[in-house]
């Protein structure tokens, strides 16, 4: 395609967009509304899987010993342990220990086990198993389990798997809600172009029989759509990335520990994907608008 040519039909897609201004506006915040949900979702997902292979790397199992637990009853568990699968390292906290990293937890409410001492102590004397990976949580925890001496075995795989069904749930929450609004954007894109080309039926039909090609005519209004599409994701980036902001901002100020996808993912990887995204909804739209009147 010539640039003159290309040129032309760029300034013949302005010309239509300032004539239907209001719903070239209406189509334009429609693509904008999708990508924005989209992105929340997107969002929410990315952080959720940062925070479980945040948890999954610090994966431990917790062996709490009985008080009556016998030197060498905790000298067998701890070998059985050392030697299971996937088993990186074995700690031994004593009670005092617990309590004192108990304390620390707590930070400036710590007062509340100030009623406590070595005479008094709630805590366990305990294993910390520290592993390779978190696969391996299940049978080290079963290797041990029914030894002597064992109260209690405390895993985290399990808040690992609810916190990955969340993880899917809104994943699959977004992929659907996404699909059921790119409709809509399609709808709304579909009718701009609907009311363009209705409005120059009279134009499309004579370039038509002076032997003009579909793409030729198409092409004006495949760039409407396309600018419609490219202002909405714009917008719905930029929109995204200040509301994420305020929201990383307040979040890390009470959640210092807590892992999150920066802001300026938003504008750099994610600001190409809405491009993308807007540009292909725009053209699409177009596309299949058009169907009806190129078929004479």
Same mark, same amino acid.
């Given at each position: ?217 198409? =092409?004006? #209004? $495949?760039?409407? /759509?396309?600018? @419609? %599409?490219?202002? &909405?994701? +714009? *917008? !719905? ?34 600001? =190409?994907? #809405? $491009?993308?995204? /807007?540009?292909? @909804? %725009?053209?699409? &739209?177009? +596309? *299949? !608008? ?7």
């Amino acid at each position: 395609m010539k640039i003159s040519t290309f040129k032309a039909f760029f300034i013949d897609a302005l010309k239509s967009l300032r004539r239907n201004k209001t719903i070239s506006l209406a189509s334009a915040i429609t693509v904008s509304a999708t990508l924005f949900i989209f992105g929340i979702f997107l969002l929410l997902a990315l952080n959720i899987n940062e925070n479980v292979n945040n948890v999954e790397s610090k994966i431990e199992i917790k062996v709490y010993l009985k008080d009556d637990v016998t030197l060498f009853q905790q000298r067998d568990i701890e070998n059985k342990l050392k030697g299971s699968e996937g088993v990186k390292e074995v700690v031994f906290e004593s009670k005092s220990e617990a309590l004192n990293n108990f304390r620390e937890q707590l930070k400036e409410n710590k007062g509340i086990l100030s009623g406590y001492d070595s005479s008094n102590n709630p805590m366990q004397n305990a294993f910390i198993v520290r592993l390779e990976k978190p696969e391996f949580a299940d049978s080290a925890s079963a290797a041990v389990k029914d030894m002597t001496g064992i109260d209690e075995v405390v895993n985290d795989r399990d808040l690992i798997n609810k916190i990955s069904a969340v993880s899917n749930t809104i994943r699959w929450a977004g992929v659907v809600l996404f699909i059921v609004l790119i409709g809509v954007s399609l709808f709304l894109i579909g009718n701009t172009i609907k009311l363009t080309v209705f409005s120059r039926r009279r134009e499309i039909g004579i370039m038509k029989f002076v032997g003009a090609t579909d793409w030729f005519i198409r =092409w004006p #209004f $495949i760039i409407e /759509g396309v600018v @419609i %599409g490219l202002v &909405g994701a +714009i *917008l !719905s980036n930029l929109t995204l990335y200040y509301s994420y902001k305020l929201a990383f901002s307040a979040i890390t100020q009470q959640l210092i520990t807590v892992p999150l996808v920066s802001p300026a993912y938003v504008l750099g990887s994610m600001m =190409w994907e #809405f $491009i993308l995204a /807007g540009i292909s @909804i %725009g053209a699409l &739209g177009s +596309i *299949l !608008s058009l169907r009806k009147f190129l078929a004479v």
